[in-house]
Each structure stands twice: as C-alpha cells, then as structure tokens.
C-alpha cells in the first residue's frame, strides 16, 4: 500500500514537471512571436491600440492644424512627389558634366584549317584590348541647360500644388472646428433654457396649486420644456456630429476623452484691410497662381528644347587604349606580336538636318499649352478678385450683426429679468415670461451665429488670399 501511493506521489511529480516544461518552451516562444508579425498591436489593429491607449487630450485649433497636416495621406503623398522632383534636378543637372566609361574585350582565335601563305590575322593567337573613354558635351543648343531649368520649374511648382492643398486643408479644418464651436455654443444656451423653463415650470405649478395661476398655464410650460429639452438633444448631437468630423478630417480615430479648446473668437473683430490691399496680397501669395506662372515656364523650356533639336551636338572625346595581341606560333609571334598603349582626342560634330519638321510641331503644341495657362490664371485672378468682394461683403455684414446681436442679447436678458420678477409679483403671467425666454434663446442663437459667420468669413478671406497656414 505503501509502495502504491509512493508511485502516485512520483507519478504526479512526474506530470507537474512535464507540464512546467511545457509551459516554459510556450512562454519561451514569445519573444520570436514579438519579433514577428502577430503582436497585441496587429492583432487588434493600430488603430484601435491608439484608441485605448490614447489619454485625455486638449487640442487648440492651431494643434489640430498641426495634426491634420502631419496625417493627411494625399499631403504625404505630394511630399514624395516633390522629392522625386528635386531627384529629377540631380539627374539634368548631371548632364553638364562628363561621361567615363571603361570597357575590355579578351579574344582566343584557334585555325581549324589553312592552306597558302599564312596570314596573321587567322594564325592562333590571343588578343587583349582595354579602352578607358572620356566624353564631355560642349553645345547642345541649349537642350542641357533647358532640361536642367525645366527640373527645377517643375519642382516650384508641386512645392506651390502642395502649399495650395495645405492651404485647403486648413480652411476645411478651421470650418469644422469653428462650426464645433458653434455647435457648443448652442448647447450652452440649451441647457441655460432648459434651467430657466424648469425654474419657471416649479414656479408656475407652485402658483397652480395655490390656485394662483390657471391649469393652462401648467400645461404651456410644460409644453415648452419639453421642445428645450429636446433641442438640447439635438444640439448635443450636432456636437457629436462634429467632433466626428473634425477627426475624420485629422485622420484620427474618434475619441470621447479629446476635448477641444476655443471658442468663435479666434479671428479678432475688427477687419482692417481694404479690398485692393486684399487683391494685391492674393496676387502675391497664392500658390495656385505661382504653380501655374511655373508651369508656364516649364512650357518656354519645353519649346525652347524641342527648338534646340535644330542646333548641332558637338562633343569632345579622348580615350586611353591598351591593346595585346599575342600568337601561339613562334616563327609568327616574333614578327607580329603586339603590345600597343596610346591615347587620342577629338571633337565630334552631328547635325540633324532634316526631320520632317517634327521638332517644329513639338515647339507649336507647347506655345498652344502656354495660352491654355495663361487663360487658367487669367481665370483664376478674376475668381480671385470676386470671391474677396463677396467676402469682405459677407465680413462686414457678419461684423455689423455681431454688434446688433450682441445689445439685443443684452435686452433679452434684462426683458426675462423682469417679467420673470414681475411673474413674481404675480402682475405678468408665465406667457409673457416664456416669451421672454423664446426671444433670449434666439437673441443669443443670433449671436453665436453672427460669430460663426464671421469667423468662416475671415478663414475664407485668409484662404483668398492665400496667407501663409503656420
């Protein structure tokens, strides 16, 4: 009995320790699985890793342009075109500089047959030939020079596309971020109506039960809490609505713990420059307008190059040669080996003469280009002189309701103020107090909205005129 509990003992042992080892060789697994493709992160995806670890945040207009620029795809993508541009000035640029190049050759010649006198060219032998050549261009018609400037026109010019769409982004993303203001804005007076109604509401049962007040007036504030509440939540999901817009735009996963910090006072009131000052800086400063002026010049080279086709190449050309030729035949090799090391140099001179006029049609297709971009910035500039009108008109209307809005937001207070004290004093009825607060609500609904038109109208007049984004 003894002996078989003695062998369980061992036996359970015997299992604990095999399972220890099992244990160790997974969890020793583990890290080759970290280093490879299955981790916690590609599991869950990355991001919904950001998501969860993402803490509380409190992001500025400015910090949410930070982000929306640094995560946009197609901007990333315009940065890599501009570097493959700025290679493309390397490539012409090497143009201007000389070719070196070195080639050999190795040759064994073995006679199956002969008959007659020998010749040494078909006798056994090994030939040897080593070339070292040197190649520089001296005139191309200025097809080089051309070709190098061209590069660098097109560089300015997808470094002006990628401004513009900066430019764009941040419009957009100032829209949205003052429309979420807005939207906050309009919460605020919600819940500051609801408050009122409900105090009214209390106030006005309060005097029914006294029978101080008629049942239907019960009912009217009833009435109107419950359309105060339900505005409220419509205007916190407007809220929601653009929380989620502003993250889609900055490429980011939705987060309940970001807040933003801000309000419909960014741009200050009020606006001080003129409408031909207004121009005058969009003239200047518009990337879309510079990216075209480039493109314009890219086409005077392109015209410039294909005219260039008509003008000669001249080259210069020296090489160092190491030849070797030895025969297996002694009585031959005596007389015609070989080893021969010289040098030489001359100019090469070709001219195309004729080509159909094909080179002709190329610098009329591009002079036919050229006119299709000047009528685009000839467009563009009168796009541009209308759209400011329009918004200096929009700004100085927006500018002028912020002024009215705002007194009459002060008025609405002070009126609910008083019939609410004259309710009271039981000399006003609850109509006239809710109509007090109907015509609080909107006096500051108008003001919020004149700010938010303001504010779209200045980043739109910003976007006009093409003011720098950082």
């Known amino acids: 009995m003894e002996i078989f509990k003695m062998k369980n003992i061992l036996k359970n042992k015997y299992c604990h320790t095999l399972l ?6 997974l969890f020793s697994g583990f890290p080759l699985m970290a280093d490879s493709d299955f981790s916690p992160a590609f599991a869950l995806g990355e991001d919904t890793k950001s998501t969860l670890e993402a803490g509380p945040r409190v992001l500025t207009i400015n910090e949410c342009l930070d982000i929306v620029l640094s995560n946009n ?17 390397k490539v012409a640029r090497s143009d201007f500089l000389p070719t070196l190049s070195a080639s050999g050759n190795y040759t064994q010649l073995s006679s199956i047959d002969a008959s007659g006198s020998a010749d040494p060219d078909y006798v056994d032998q090994i030939k040897r030939d080593a070339v070292l050549s040197l190649s520089q261009t001296l005139y191309a018609g200025g097809r080089i020079e051309n070709t190098w400037r061209r590069a660098s026109d097109r ?9 513009y769409m900066e430019a764009k982004l941040a419009y957009h993303l100032r829209v949205r971020f003052f429309e979420l203001m807005k ?9 500051d109506t609801v408050k009122r109604l409900e105090a009214d509401a209390a106030t006005v049962e309060a005097f029914y039960e006294k029978e101080l007040a008629p049942y239907a007036q019960v009912l009217q504030a009833r009435v109107d809490l419950s359309d105060a509440r339900q505005n409220l939540s419509i205007a916190e999901n407007t809220v929601e609505r653009k929380r989620s817009d502003l993250f889609a735009l ?3 996963p939705y987060n309940s713990k970001t807040t933003f910090a801000g309000g419909l006072h960014h741009y200050k009131i009020p606006f001080g420059m003129t409408e031909d000052t207004c121009i005058d800086a969009a003239f200047e400063n518009r990337s879309d307008l510079k990216s075209l002026v480039h493109q314009l010049e890219m086409l005077e080279k392109d015209a410039d190059i294909a005219l260039g086709k008509y003008h000669p190449i001249i080259k210069l050309n020296a090489g160092l040669y190491d030849q070797d030729k030895d025969y297996d035949d002694a009585s031959v090799a005596t007389n015609y080996d070989q080893h021969n090391t010289y040098w030489s140099a001359g100019v090469n001179f070709s001219w195309s ?26 467009e563009i500039r009168s796009n541009i002189g209308t759209g400011i009108r329009t918004a200096l008109f929009s700004l100085s209307e927006a500018q002028e309701r912020t002024k009215t809005a705002l007194e009459g937001m002060i008025a609405a207070d002070e009126y609910y103020e008083r019939e609410s004290r004259r309710f009271q004093a039981g000399i006003a009825t609850i109509a006239s107090v809710l ?3 109907v015509r609080v609500t909107r006096a ?4 919020a909205q004149a700010l938010l038109d303001y504010q779209l109208a200045r980043a739109e007049l910003d976007f006009l005129m093409g003011t720098p984004v950082k």
Not at 183 to 191: L, N
Not at 444 to 447: D, E, L, M, Y
């Open 20 to 25: 220890g080892g099992i244990l160790i060789v």
């Open 155 to 163: 560089s300015l010019a997808i470094a002006e596309d990628r401004n």
């Open 183 to 191: 939207a906050r804005e309009d919460v605020t007076v919600a819940v």
């Open 444 to 447: 500051r609904g108008s003001h």
């Open 353 to 378: 003469l004729f080509d159909g006029g094909r080179a002709w049609q190329e610098k009329e297709k591009y002079g036919i280009e050229m006119k299709r971009v000047k009528e685009q910035i000839r």
């Open 250 to 252: 900055m490429d980011e």
């Open 73 to 89: 795809p197609t901007l990333k993508a315009s940065q890599y075109s501009l570097e493959s541009a700025r290679q493309d000035i």
């Open 435 to 437: 109509d007090a607060q």
